[in-house]
């Protein structure tokens, strides 16, 4: 299928003006940023040249996969190692460090032998990414969930590299807020050569944009791999801990939520054990002190428990503080029930696919506009449950859980993304 040609009107062409120069102006300060974000983190300023495009020219053309941070990445693990499977070399692209360690962790074997490259995506101005479409030579693009960035379009069209998003979805705040702007992100929509979504309301949105090729093919997270060793671990730490205890999993729990979260804690943890789990890691020592302020009984999972989480001290705790990266799984699989963070304040809930995945319940706050889908999806087949800040601990103590059968019956309704994901850009005249 050819790509549609992209026909822009006035105010989209003074946009992609305003933002070349802004590229121009800000530049400094984009450096800036990344240098204060150094001095936390230092792969923030390492391999700056990534960030402009450069890198030695490789001999064999690439499928690029842009994943722009840890979240993005791991909805992409299994698509990408289909495209791995099938023999292509790919290049997937962070803006993150999160993102780009993820990456070099989960895909070791690859990078060593050249069969895939993990690197920064570069800055959004042309000619960083025409240093960048020179050294991978890209047969297509794909966009992982909501990344509209007018550099990275606008080049990949100038370039023929067919760009398209993937997994994509549109949040109906974001949605409703863009398509009334004069200048806004709607209008970048398309320059996509085609998108694939995650359900026929999202479909919707895209082509009420003006996007021609749109194809649903729901949400790869429900086919990331999850690691078995952290299932293990999680069952031994909760046996050792908890007891025969109730075991909540209080996950991703962010800044403006976490007061609701511990006043939870308190009034629960003489029925249950609580794994508490901050989103953000410079959360964790404010965590930290808000629940020993609390006078809650509690541990930090780095103080008792290994590199390969075996625990190294049992102290007589009712909550478990989660000030770890990458483990997830290990806390979600403690749990016979899992909160999910963000849905408490207004900045939306995260993701609920992990905890389905183990077979978890879950309950999510009433802002679900960042996972409408398959949160409305997932509250409909009784698998999830939405409630008030007021009815969360009266909703985390009731006695009847929906059964892992129900929930297995739901991740079976929501499977192959990845296969739909395949067939689409073989029906658009691309394939990896």
């Known amino acids: 299928m050819p790509i549609p040609p992209w026909t822009k009107p006035p105010r989209l062409r003074a946009f992609l003006v305003l933002w070349r120069v802004g590229w121009v102006v800000l530049m400094p300060v984009m450096l800036a940023y990344l240098w204060r974000r150094g001095r936390r983190d230092p792969l923030y300023v390492q391999r700056l040249g990534q960030r402009f495009g450069r890198h030695a020219p ?5 499928v690029w996969v842009h994943a722009v941070s840890l979240g993005e990445l791991r909805s992409a693990v299994p698509l990408i190692r289909a495209f791995l499977k099938r023999g292509e070399h790919v290049v997937t692209t962070h803006f993150t460090p999160a993102g780009l360690r993820e990456a070099e962790k989960v895909f070791a074997p690859e990078i060593a032998t050249g069969r895939l490259a993990a690197v920064y995506v570069p800055f959004d101005y042309g000619l960083a990414f025409r240093r960048f479409f020179r050294a991978f030579r890209p047969k297509f ?16 069209r100038r370039a023929g590299v067919p760009l398209y998003l993937c997994n994509g979805q549109y949040p109906v705040r974001s949605f409703e807020r863009d398509r009334t702007r004069f200048l806004s992100p709607a209008l970048l929509v398309p320059g996509f050569a085609g998108v694939m979504v995650k359900s026929e309301l999202q479909a919707e949105r895209f082509r009420s944009l003006g996007q021609e090729n749109v194809s649903v093919t729901g949400e790869m997270r429900f086919e990331q791999p999850i690691p078995e060793a952290q299932l293990q671990a999680a069952q031994a730490a909760r046996a050792a801990l908890a007891g025969g205890r109730r075991v909540i999993t209080l996950a991703s729990a962010i800044e403006g939520e976490e007061e609701l979260f511990i006043k939870t804690v308190k009034s629960v943890s003489d029925k249950a054990f609580l ?72 900045r939306g809930s995260h993701n609920i696919i992990e905890p389905l995945a183990l077979g978890k319940p879950v309950i999510v706050g009433p802002e679900i506009w960042t996972i409408e889908y398959p949160a409305t999806e997932a509250i409909a087949a009784g698998v999830a449950q939405q409630v008030t800040a007021q009815d969360l601990p009266g909703a985390i103590m009731a006695g009847t859980l929906p059964d892992k059968q129900r929930i297995d ?22 394939s990896g």
């Open 58 to 62: 490789r001999n064999t053309p690439h």
């Open 141 to 156: 693009g794909l966009v992982m969930e909501v990344e509209f960035w007018p550099g990275m379009i606008t080049a990949s």
């Open 275 to 346: 794994v508490f789990v901050p989103r953000a890691p410079e959360r964790f020592d404010a965590v930290a002190r808000r629940l020993a302020q609390a006078g809650l009984r509690f541990a930090r999972r780095s103080a008792i428990l290994d590199e390969r989480l075996i625990l190294t001290d049992t102290p007589q705790i009712d909550v478990l503080l989660g000030d770890s990266l990458g483990e997830m799984y290990f806390y979600l699989a403690m749990g016979d029930l899992s909160v999910t963070g963000g849905g408490f304040h207004p």
């Open 409 to 430: 019956a739901f991740l079976a309704n929501h499977a192959g993304a990845v296969e739909k994901t395949l067939r689409t850009l073989a029906g658009w005249g691309v």
